[in-house]
């Protein structure tokens, strides 16, 4: 792909088509059942009342799953239909209901009737430009009823720069391998994914993705919020840590700056 190609495309199509088949087997490291409680937690301490909640870029359902299963009406949104079955296949296994669908997080088209909606694991940073990620953030603050809870997260230039930056990295699962290859430009990570599968004989069959992030600064994502209609604006570096208001950026400036060395930034903010 030329360079004049990468620069045009705004979300990677080929992301999370084949991956989906081992991406909760290289994930299983994360605390999902830990965040879920922590997230409740915040909730709780905010003062919100959640009843309805969106995952806006749901995967597997890792996270939207135990939602449902701790009683709440959940939706879950994903442009890739492989990660939609998987979660789909996680719900019905775990004997629940939640409703999933396959859409462009751009076009949301929702009637405000979600109390909360979240967004994990580096999802708002596979949107490639201010104007689609204003877009999304616009069908976001649309979907949600007045007072509403907005969570997520994002990769911090820092660690697109310093730690992805032009490594290679190796991770081996049960007989699965997965090579990843990383370069970055001008605050945006190509990541080359290559991982094999073993086969009944004996063979690994080689499978790959591209996937594409954006890194934005703490303060335009600020601004964008701002701009888009959230109040109530807080920062951390974990659910359960500690939240910073940035009500006033300026004097907000000087943990701003700490937060921006961190390798991942939760924003909670309402409508």
Known sequence: MTEKQHE?????????????????????????????????????????????????????????????????????????????????????????????????????????????????????????????????????????????????????????TDVLGENIFQDEKNDCCLIWENQFDNGRIYMDLNFFLPEKNGLYRRYQEEHIQQGYALTEMITLLQETGFVDILLSEGLDMDWYSVRDVEMASQFIAEMEQAERVFFACKK
């Open 8 to 160: 045009n495309r705004k979300i990677a199509p080929s992301a999370y088509t084949s991956l989906a088949m081992v991406y909760d087997l290289f994930m299983e490291e994360i605390p999902y059942g830990a965040m879920v409680k922590e997230l409740q937690a915040f909730w709780q301490r905010e003062g919100y009342c959640i009843h309805t909640v969106l995952d806006a870029g749901c995967g597997t359902g890792s996270f939207i799953v135990p939602l449902a299963k701790a009683g709440f009406d959940t939706c879950g949104v994903d442009l890739s239909s492989e990660m939609l079955a998987m979660a789909d296949h996680k719900a019905y296994k775990e004997g629940i209901s939640c409703l999933f669908i396959e859409r462009d997080l751009r076009e949301l088209n929702f009637a405000p009737q979600f109390d909360a909606v979240i967004s994990f694991f580096d999802t708002l940073n596979y949107i490639l430009s201010f104007e689609d990620l204003a877009k999304v953030l616009q069908e976001i603050h649309q979907c949600l009823l007045p007072g509403g809870s907005f969570v997520f997260d994002m990769r911090t230039l820092h660690y697109y």
